[in-house]
T-cell receptor, first 115, second 115 residues
Framework: GNSVTQMEGPVTLSEEAFLTINCTYT??????LFWYVQYPGEGLQLLLK?????DKGSNKGFEATYRKETTSFHLEKGSVQVSDSAVYFC??????????????FGTGTLLAVQP | DGGITQSPKYLFRKEGQNVTLSCEQN?????MYWYRQDPGQGLRLIYY???????QKGDIAEGYSVSREKKESFPLTVTSAQKNPTAFYLC??????????????FGEGSWLTVV
């Protein structure tokens, strides 16, 4: 079945450092890929998404490229801020018809940015 | 403002009680979902509904029940049969159709604690 694997946390960085959070997936066909962010005590917010191979999703300085050849969707940001401290979830949805398009999540990666 | 409203934010349940978590959306979305999040883990799907008066079990439906009598409402009941209900519960919704490319949007979540 479909699954998502993302790097273990926590990731601790200094402000203005470069961020990479790795995400790989296993899926049949051509899923859509998502990154969600969760701030403490809150729900999930969509950060970015990509719906086909080689698409690049971007938002708030974060980027991720849908790489079908490596089945990856790594999240990157060139210069993190303290306000980026949160848990980041990689997720996929299969592009099938009907009720099988569940959102499947990785386990989440906690990012802590220090001033 | 359009969005997904969950209530209550915090709920305490005594052993043997049923409790109901409310979820209302004004996004005109056909599909609605309930997820459970345990500390340090990803999200797991409890139930989902693609259309009014229809719903399907997710991966961890045992001990839970739902109803979908109105398009905008998808309440979740945590029954006494759920042996480990303490968790963070997230309601979500999305447009149906277009395969899995549509984004799933989340509410702010409800914390349920057994006392």
């Amino acid at each position: 079945g479909n699954s998502v694997t993302q790097m273990e946390g926590p990731v601790t960085l200094s402000e203005e450092a470069f961020l990479t959070i790795n995400c790989t997936y296993t899926a049949t066909g051509y899923p859509s890929l998502f990154w969600y962010v969760q701030y403490p005590g809150e729900g999930l917010q969509l950060l970015l998404k990509a719906t086909k191979a080689d698409d690049k999703g971007s938002n708030k300085g974060f980027e991720a490229t849908y790489r079908k050849e490596t089945t990856s969707f790594h999240l990157e940001k060139g210069s993190v801020q303290v306000s980026d401290s949160a848990v980041y979830f990689c997720a996929l949805r299969g592009n099938y018809g009907g009720a099988t398009n569940k959102l499947i999540f990785g386990t989440g990666t906690l990012l802590a940015v220090q001033p | 403002d359009g969005g997904i409203t969950q209530s209550p934010k915090y709920l305490f349940r005594k052993e043997g009680q049923n409790v109901t978590l409310s979820c209302e959306q004004n996004l005109n979305h056909d599909a609605m979902y309930w997820y459970r999040q345990d500390p340090g883990q990803g999200l797991r799907l409890i139930y989902y509904s693609q259309i009014v008066n229809d719903f399907q079990k997710g991966d961890i439906a045992e001990g839970y029940s739902v109803s979908r009598e109105k398009k905008e409402s998808f309440p979740l009941t945590v029954t006494s049969a759920q042996k480990n209900p303490t968790a963070f519960y997230l309601c979500a919704s999305s447009i149906s159709g277009d395969g899995g490319r549509n984004t799933i949007y989340f509410g702010e979540g409800s914390w349920l604690t057994v006392v």
